[in-house]
């Protein structure tokens, strides 16, 4: 196994790990703006009112893109299988 094989995989995971969280992470970046926006333009300084809304909007990412993350991750998963004969011949 050499280096250019381990930064290959190093990079194709981290890839993986951006695509798999960015729904969640925009998700809860726009939802807490909105709310962080509507508690300024309406003077309510509740720290527990903005998460209720995020939680929930997670909740809907998960639900909405939960079937394609399950598919990238088997899929990652099958490719790194699949590598395993080259990385152990030294290919």
């Known amino acids: 196994m050499d280096t250019n094989a381990v ?3 190093g990079l194709a995971g981290i890839w993986i790990a951006a695509k798999l969280s960015a729904p969640i992470l ?3 970046l726009v939802v807490g703006f909105a709310i962080s926006l509507l508690q ?3 003077q309510i300084q509740e720290v527990t009112l903005s998460f209720v809304p995020k939680a929930a909007a ?3 990412a998960l639900l909405v893109s939960g079937h394609w993350m399950i598919a990238e991750m088997v899929s990652f998963t099958n490719e790194m299988f699949e590598r395993i004969p080259g990385l152990l011949n030294g290919g």
């Open 7 to 9: 930064l290959d995989i």
């Open 26 to 28: 925009i998700t809860a």
């Open 40 to 42: 300024s333009i309406t």
């Open 58 to 60: 997670v909740c809907i």
